[in-house]
């Protein structure tokens, strides 16, 4: 079974409160006829989607636990906006490992990592040979009775961070003012997310 993060976004404002600054669009799975349906009038868009473990793992430990983490799940913030709030209370017991980071956090780890990682895998016989050649396994299993398979350590690129700071950066040049973006805090903006199963 897949594991599967949701994120929500917040600013916090001149004020100090949080507010949710997704992008909602109307939910064509909505019926207003149906009391039942269980579906909400609005869908939050994720700011990333994607099923990168490396990434679920170096956020709060979720699906990969070797890795180095920015923290443990810290749960929802009691600050977090009410829709925020709203959105991880419609997943009831579905959603879990519920946390949230600072944008500053988020560079912050990125930049303090060596940007490699070390893994461990069964390996086929052309990926042994490759491996050889300094070519690097994209895939590996925990264990295998196929013929020929050897288990191997190898060092890989590893900037796990990545695609989640090139989305957050997407989304301020799509949503802010080229000088609020330049002068925001990055304490001030922060992901709120949860993963289901």
């Not at 070390?118 to 895939?139: F, N, V, Y």
């Not at 050897?150 to 989640?164: A, V």
């Not at 090139?166 to 997310?193: C, G, S, Y």
Request: net charge negative; with cysteine; charged share 25%.
């Amino acid at each position: 079974m897949g594991c599967d993060i949701h994120i929500c976004t917040e600013q916090k404002l001149h004020t100090g409160l949080w507010t949710n600054v997704d992008s909602w669009v109307i939910n064509p799975y909505f019926d207003p006829m149906e009391d039942d349906s269980g579906e909400s009038p609005m869908s939050r868009r994720d700011i990333y989607r994607g099923r990168n473990y490396e990434l679920f793992g170096t956020l709060c430990g979720v699906r990969n636990d070797e890795l180095p983490r920015i923290s443990d799940p810290r749960g929802i913030p009691k600050d977090a906006h009410p829709m925020t709030m709203g959105d991880f209370a419609n997943w009831g017991d579905d959603g879990h490992s519920a946390s949230w980071v600072t944008l500053k956090e988020l560079k912050d780890f990125d930049e303090a990592g060596d940007g490699t990682v070390e893994r461990t895998g069964m390996i086929s016989p052309e990926q042994i040979a490759e491996l050889g050649q300094d070519i690097k396994p994209d895939h590996w299993c925990g264990g295998t009775n196929q013929p020929g398979y050897e288990e191997h350590t190898w060092t890989d690129d590893s900037r796990p961070l990545q695609d989640l700071l090139d989305q957050i950066q997407k989304w301020q040049d799509l949503n802010m003012w080229a000088h609020e973006a330049a002068t925001m805090n990055p304490n001030d903006f922060r992901l709120v997310f949860w993963f289901d199963n």
